[in-house]
């Protein structure tokens, strides 16, 4: 048998977007010898996952919280196999504070899986039978993620990989394939538990994009579980930037190279291959074309489509278009004295409010909060980060400021229900709009968080990071396993072993 020997040095990858999937995925491949160049269009790298500052203060832009820092976790294994170290973090413990409307007493979810237990038998009699199907089909779908299958699979290698982490185990999950969590609390006899489904609703609105009747249920199983030990979230010391800025180290040490404030204007494809990029430098204006044998997409599917214009597939462009809306986010961020906080005010909490207001889809906020020492602030000194979705559509078309300037007032009237806020202990404030996540991550209207994990969308009826234009693959929240950096992480690394497995 002939033996021919790749020389990898010589296979050129453009990698479009240098958020967390993008960095990931230029590193792991520079790591193993390709030729790797990064463009973005930001200032910074990181994208939903960067950070800013302001008067001494540091604000994570979007993501607030960590998963798969544990050994075995995602990032725990792309570290490793870069030879970083990983970033310093505190577990998150309560994962959340959920206060649900007209409660004082918030639902904690805990790290201890015991005391999660303790606190939601408390909290939602009668529920256990729900939680323990939710535990059996996470046990099970998390063995099975573990084995690195590729989903959706789109062609024989994608197929072999899906089979080969299969176990009898694993056949648990299937009866459950095309229900919702909607449909597990019915089977259960919880369906009329309004305040069960109340706090789902909450809890799935941050993974999932959607609620208990939309969510899939074998995905909802691992985003309600993943908080709990030996997996857990976690706080990373400094800021969120820490991560990126570590995957950069990675890349740039072993010849791949970041280029910021580069703009990907357009992905040429010839018989059906991709195999350049049309590139614009932001400070000089200068237009030029960039051959590559691999294009690794690290933006939205719609962003995706947009960039291929007429060489987009027909059926692709098309389901893309009947997606139901993504949602944006609005975002109020506050640097405030420390007399603002309450005392053992956890790092993570979420309200949902009973009155009428213009606060978000579900008229609820997540809150992130800073503790003393973790980075983000001066000494006595804190920071709020309050976030809540959004329709995008109204920002792009209403008067901006004017509702800017409502959904301000109206976050900081209901954040000052729990905090302190008063002239006096607000030292700055801003706040961001789907128009200002277009603006500085170039995401499709501003959309966070990828696609909505209905049945229809999630996992093996998702969107492929093969797509239909050979050497062009696609990694970030529109790809298995879905947003946050350990999902995005886990969609680079399936690229990169899946651009190894043509060679």
């Known amino acids: 048998m002939l033996n021919i020997s790749i020389d990898k040095s010589q296979t050129r990858i453009v990698v479009i977007g240098a958020g967390i999937g993008g960095l990931t995925a230029g590193a792991l491949l520079a790591r193993r010898g390709y030729s790797v160049l990064i463009l973005d269009q930001a200032l910074v790298p990181g994208g939903c996952a960067s950070t800013f500052k302001r008067q001494g203060f540091t604000f994570d832009v979007g993501a607030t919280q960590v998963a798969g820092l544990e050994p075995g976790g995602i990032h725990h294994r792309i570290f490793s196999e870069l030879a970083i170290d990983l970033p310093e973090a505190t577990p998150c413990d309560p994962a959340c504070a959920v206060y649900l409307p007209g409660e004082s007493t918030p639902i904690n979810v805990?790290?201890?899986?015991?005391?999660?237990?303790?606190?939601r038998q408390r909290q939602f009699p009668g529920s256990e039978p729900f939680w323990q199907l939710m535990a059996t089909l996470f046990n099970a779908s998390w063995e099975f993620q573990g084995r690195d299958p590729v989903l959706p699979p789109r062609n024989l290698w994608d197929l072999g990989q899906l089979i080969q982490a299969v176990r009898p185990s694993t056949f648990i999950t299937a009866p459950f394939t095309l229900f919702t969590v909607g449909d597990a609390l019915r089977l259960c006899g919880l369906g009329n538990d309004y305040r069960l489904r109340t706090f789902l609703d909450l809890q799935l609105k941050l993974y999932s994009q959607v609620n208990a009747d939309e969510t899939a249920l074998l995905y909802a199983a691992t985003a309600l579980s993943v908080s709990q030990l030996p997996q857990g979230l976690f706080h990373l010391q400094g800021s969120m930037q820490v991560l990126s800025d570590r995957l950069v180290q990675a890349l740039e040490r072993d010849g791949g190279k970041l280029s910021m404030r580069h703009t990907v204007e357009q992905i040429?494809?010839?018989?059906g291959k991709a195999t350049a990029v049309v590139i614009r430098n932001q400070k000089t204006g200068e237009v030029w074309t960039q051959t590559a044998d691999h294009i690794v997409a690290n933006v939205t599917v719609q962003n995706l489509t947009q960039l291929l214009g007429e060489q987009a597939t027909f059926g692709y462009k098309n389901r893309v278009e009947k997606l139901p809306q993504a949602s944006g986010a609005f975002v109020v961020y506050l640097g405030v004295d420390a007399s603002a906080i309450p005392?053992?005010?956890?790092?993570?909490?979420?309200?949902?409010?009973?009155?009428?207001?213009?606060?978000?889809?579900?008229?609820s906020l997540f809150v992130s909060v800073s503790?003393?020492?973790?980075?983000?602030?001066p000494d006595g000194k804190a920071t709020i980060i309050a976030s809540s979705f959004v329709d995008p559509a109204p920002w792009w078309h209403e008067d901006y400021e004017g509702l800017k300037q409502k959904y301000t007032q109206e976050a900081i009237a209901r954040l000052n229900q729990y905090f302190y806020l008063k002239p006096e202990t607000i030292i700055h404030q801003e706040a961001a709009t789907p128009r200002t996540f277009a603006r500085y991550t170039a995401r499709d209207r501003g959309i966070v968080g990828g696609i909505g994990q209905r049945i229809p969308t999630f996992g093996p009826f998702g969107f492929a990071n093969r797509t239909p234009i050979n050497h062009l693959w696609l990694v970030g929240d529109s790809t298995h396993p879905g947003e946050g950096t350990a999902g995005v992480s886990y969609s680079a690394l399936t690229v990169v072993r899946q651009i190894e497995a043509r060679g």
């Open 110 to 119: 805990w790290r201890d899986p015991k005391k999660w237990q303790e606190e």
């Open 268 to 271: 040429k494809v010839e018989n």
């Open 343 to 363: 005392l053992d005010c956890p790092p993570h909490l979420q309200f949902m409010y009973d009155a009428n207001g213009p606060i978000g889809e579900n008229n």
């Open 371 to 377: 503790h003393a020492g973790d980075g983000r602030a």
